[in-house]
């Protein structure tokens, strides 16, 4: 990464739109299949997706797979558009793409920790964002906002994030590793 | 560019590079040039470093790639270092591998415009451009289209617009047929031809040489390991390339082979037995037909056949005949929407595909499509523990299914790491680790050079514990030397089922469905009445 | 599994406009309803809003789900917050305890909370008012999908500034949806050929997310391994000069300066009613007091 995290090139075009397209048609896919879900926790499992990204290809893209990523699968479900929780998508894959410039190898042990946390951490952001939003938007109090939007939000993204972030840096180790430009 | 008509359009001189993660060169030393209007064929087996010149010749090394570059690439007698990106996209075009990875556009007329858009040309000018193009490839009908509702010929046609659309003087072409079926294949090279003859130096990279050279090339360059083997007329090739590693024709391979020694012997492991006896029969189809969608139209037509202990199966047939629909009722991945599919006596609505995949095992075209575990041994151990057999049986499969496909030493490697020709080895032992029946394949050796897909093919069917084995394929030869039955599909109906020899003995029929014979089966045919099977060129040269 | 995009030519008038002028006036009218908290404001905004939705042509089979999705969210969240003390928005008006219609007292077992959720006049009607503030903004928006071509998004924000490359990564993303989704297919037939049941995820919440990587695994590498040729073809095709040339062409017409003028005029009125003269606060109407005790 020769000109820094915040380079938009080709490539991160080509990749910001690969995630996007993913996030959007997994996040359909999943619902259209009915996981099962357990309490709050909904099994949306594709939210690792634009975290992924983040960490392997930097903010930028993350950023685009997250937000784009949210537009296309609410329009696949037919749920409309919320632009403020586009917003906030596109800030979980924003997060862990600030880790981006320092990832030697994916499969390092302390790289995949790094990026769970910074995960957890743009799950929390990402969402908190658009639920404070929600506040003028709606006229909601603040816990409302919190224990409403926020926390459930938070807490499933978090964990299918912490889960899956690492399982997809290890399967993009090998696959980095066979060619690459 | 005024001198573009007295220089040569391309000139190589001692090119070197290797790629910044290897220590290996990937191609080494190459020198060779090219004519105005000039057809090369770039033959050369996988991983010879054929797509490596290409990049060398387009740009795309060392812009993209990075890495040890030496030597000289001189576009109409301008180093290519010295042309600016704009210069260099009017003057290469490229055709990459698999147009879907091509085209970045929802429609036609975008895709085609892509090029021309990124040069800022003024609109009017971009759309009669366009237009133009269509109508050069007469494809003006397709300019409103989706792209993602192309087939795949069309859909190859609309790259390659997009690519002449800015009026390249060099073309290069990265295995163009890859994804097609015959028929397709043969329109496309022909089409190939007329450009080289208006006037465009053509670079076609292909190990399907056989084909090839009926549209006449006019220089072959021949490459393995990086290295330069042979460079010149196509006739000098047939006598130095190794048979072995690329697709010659068949007359050519007869020849040569009876010079040399006796080939190794084919063992399959699945002999035909001489009469079926009905506790036999493993997969029955009757009566069945489907469409996707009520509202869609029907794809299969009333279909009923056997599938038998013994039986190795080729299905043939155009694309979109509804060859890999048919297959996928076998497991249940689809139910008949009318008729039944019964797998040993069981009909398929009343199974899960789950059971049913405990007796048929299926291959999917594209390992891509199924590799996920760290290691090759967690990825074999993921069909048996979701069947739920002990620790010590998935064991044990496992074991056998690593050494039946010869990766023993990769059992602890990531599958996403290895090559292609591994992972699809990797993705049959992840079937067989099953413990199936039946194997069922989809177009099994798409992807993957002659050499590869002769060895892939001959340890399978080599390979034992299978009572039956159905395969897709375009390629006739593999039908050829491998199946002993053969059921043609054309248009959702099956127009044949029999031996290999009363099926692709029917000239007539093969046209109509559009199957494309080849050079191993004219000769198969020609010599059938001394022979009394069909069998591989090598063979048939020293059973005569 | 095909995926089809929401957006057909109705033909209406709505379907003439400019989508930058969409665009733009869809956002003013959102920055006006969200200066006031009156509700005779927010019953004009809402026939605004359902005014455009009217001009859309949508069927109700359409977009029922949507309305089932909206109607839900509402009622969840403004029950939730009038549940949880119902503060927010002009807030203070909700904490008096004056004009009760209904009262009840319980606590929450283990944690031993208080809970008076006591319905008073004010809080009825801020209720009210929330939920046809939510519902209006809700409406100008979810017709996007239906009502604004998928193939004019690159050339729409292009348009409007946003960086060209921006734009066209907007534009490619729609462009791998429907290869996406039919890989999608084919993994998970190729994974139910292994024996992998989907519907059938045990174990506990964390198991059951890690049994989601066959499924996932296989086609994020996949598509990644793509998006390297993607990037050649499009490098190969000068993709990321200086300028670039949209082929789709967006030309402002008189009716789009009007529809934009319209917003405008709103906007400009809101800030006018809401700063000059400060208008628009929360309010109740008469009659409601005579519904308290
Ligand atoms: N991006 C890359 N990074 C590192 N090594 C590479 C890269 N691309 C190719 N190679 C290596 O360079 C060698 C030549 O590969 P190349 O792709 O040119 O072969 P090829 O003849 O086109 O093969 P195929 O028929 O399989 O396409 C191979 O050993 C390959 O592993
Ligand atoms: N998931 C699907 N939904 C709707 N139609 C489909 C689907 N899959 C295939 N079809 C249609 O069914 C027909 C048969 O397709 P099928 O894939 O079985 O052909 P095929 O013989 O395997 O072709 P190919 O050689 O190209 O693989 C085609 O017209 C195709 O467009
Ligand atoms: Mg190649
Ligand atoms: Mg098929």
New binding site residues.
Partial sequence: MKNGIWKFGTKEVVYGAIGAALYGVLSWATNYLALPAAGNISLRPAVAIPMFFGVAFGPIVGFIAGAVGNVLGDFMSGWGFWWHWDLGNGLMGLIPGLMAASVVSFKARPTIVKAVIYSIVAAAVGMLVPSLLEIPLSGLDLNTALVGYWFPAFLSNAINGAILVPILMVAYDAVSSRSGR | MENHAISTPLEIKNLNFTYRIRTTPAIENINLSINPGELMLVAGASGSGKTTLMRCINGLIPRSYTGIIAGEVNLFGTPIDQLSMSELSQTVGTLLQDPERQIVASYVLNEVAFGLENLAWEREKIIQRVDETLAFLNISNLRDRETFTL??GERQKVALAGVLAMNPKILILDEPLASL?PASAHEALILFRRLADEGISIMLVEHRVDEVLAIKPDRVFYLDEGKEIYSGDPGGLFYTANYHRIKLPAEIILERAKAEGQPVKFNPAIVKLSEIQPDQKLLEFKNVSFS??PT?PE?LHNISFDINKGDVIAVL??????????VKHALGLLKPTEGQVLLRGIPSHKNTVARAAQTVGYVFQSPGHMLFAPTVKEELAFGPENLKLSPAEIKENVDWAIKTVNMEEYADSPPLALSYGQQKRVSIAAILSMRTRVLVM??PTAGQDYWNYRFFMDSILEMPGFGSIVF?T?DVDLAVVYANRILL?SE?KLVADGSPKEVLGDAEMLKRCRVLPTSLLDINLKHFPKTGRFMRAEELAHAL | ??VTWKYRNRGKFLDTLDPRARWITSFLVLFSIIQFWDIRFMLFFFVLAMTQYFMTGLKWSETKRVWMFVTLLVVVIVGLNALLSGRGGPGEVLQSTEHIIWETNFTIPLVNWDFHPNITVNKLAFALTQIIRMLSSAVLFFIIPWTLDPRLYGVTFGGMGIPYRFAFSMDLAFRFVPSLA?DF?ITLDAQRARGYEIEKLEGGIFQMIRRVAPLIVPIVMNSIINGEDITNAMDLRCFGLEKRTWIEKLTYRRRDYAWIGFGAAIFVASLILNYGFNVGEFWVPEFMYLLAK
């Fill in positions: 087939s795949g079926d996707y969608d869609l794809v047939g155009h694309n979109g005949a509804g060859k890999s629909t048919l989809d177009e897709i375009h599909l959702g | 599994m095909l039919r297919g």
